[in-house]
């Protein structure tokens, strides 16, 4: 069984140096914080502002790419949690084939807002997650911390 989810924030964790997309289900009653790079938060950055970047970013080149040999990005799905990282598969259409890739969440998910593309995350994923420490720790972040992506 799979959630859909939405990218509701990008904000920066300074304990780890790195940068946070959260992404939540429709009621609001999932959350799942992921950990990115600096590169892939900009990539998420500039698609949640409708920017361009003056030369094509990667997932700007894969999104070209696939419209240039008439693919489809389905979905993305976040399918695993293992050892504190996510694993997701980019779902694609071409022809009259379906083909699924491995892919980075964070490169999935910036790929599934250049495209449109609904993102998900399986049950198993959100139970994975959900502990009492990272609880406490989102329970504490304030509204700016978010920064302004939030939604």
């Known amino acids: 069984m799979m959630t859909q989810m939405t990218v509701k924030g990008l904000m920066f964790d300074p304990y780890n140096n790195a940068y946070i997309v959260i992404l939540r289900d429709e009621d ?5 914080p ?3 790079g ?3 938060a900009s990539s998420i950055s500039f698609a949640l ?3 361009a970047a003056p030369r094509p970013m990667t997932h700007d080149l894969m999104r070209s790419l696939l419209d240039t040999v008439d693919a489809k990005v389905l979905s993305v799905v976040v399918t695993d949690l293992k050892d504190n990282t996510y694993y997701a598969k980019i779902h694609l259409m071409g022809e009259d084939s379906e083909y699924s890739v491995d892919s ?7 790929l599934a807002l250049r495209t449109n ?3 998900f995350a399986r049950e198993e994923v959100l139970r994975k997650q959900a502990s ?3 609880d406490q720790w989102l329970e504490n ?3 700016e911390d978010f920064g302004k992506y939030e939604s």
């Open 49 to 51: 502002e409708g920017s």
């Open 141 to 143: 972040l304030k509204p």
């Open 34 to 36: 992921i950990w990115v």
């Open 132 to 134: 009492e420490e990272l």
């Open 104 to 110: 980075r969440p964070s490169d999935a998910i910036a």
């Open 38 to 40: 600096k590169a892939e």
């Open 117 to 119: 593309a609904p993102i």
């Open 28 to 32: 609001n009653s999932d959350m799942l």
